[in-house]
């Protein structure tokens, strides 16, 4: 599996922001998909996921709320809305996937990152 992440940028707190994820090579729709970030001098953290079906989501305590992740296996996309953006938000972002990661947060595949940064 293939996964091309994009949609970063650099934003205002408060701000909102939209990541997308596009997957290929792959049977999309077989796999939980889901992100994860990296700020400076942190490990890489899990963010949120969701199911094959999108019935089900998972979110990281610091951005329920906040986020909604959601995906369109049509199009084989996975998408992170982002509302009310923290500079703590600041990070790469990853696009992951993976048989096992509605049920321990652990990824199989991963995407090449893209960058958020939140000014305050």
């Known amino acids: 599996v293939q996964l091309q992440a994009s949609g970063g940028g650099l934003v205002q707190a408060g701000d909102s922001l939209r990541l997308s994820c596009a997957a290929s090579?792959?049977?999309?729709?077989?796999?939980?998909m889901g992100w994860f970030r990296q700020a400076p001098g942190k490990e890489r953290e899990f963010v949120a996921s969701i199911s094959t079906g999108g019935g089900i989501t998972d979110y990281a305590d610091s951005v329920k709320g906040r986020f909604t992740i959601s995906r369109d296996n049509v199009k084989a996309m996975v998408y992170l809305q982002m509302n009310s953006l923290k500079p703590e938000d600041t990070a790469v972002y990853y696009c992951?996937?993976?048989?096992?990661?509605?049920?321990?947060?652990?990824?199989?595949?991963w995407g090449q990152g893209t960058q958020v940064t939140v000014s305050s």
């Open positions: 992951a996937s993976g048989p096992t990661l509605m049920y321990n947060r652990r990824a199989a595949y």
């Open positions: 090579g792959g049977t999309f729709s077989s796999y939980g």
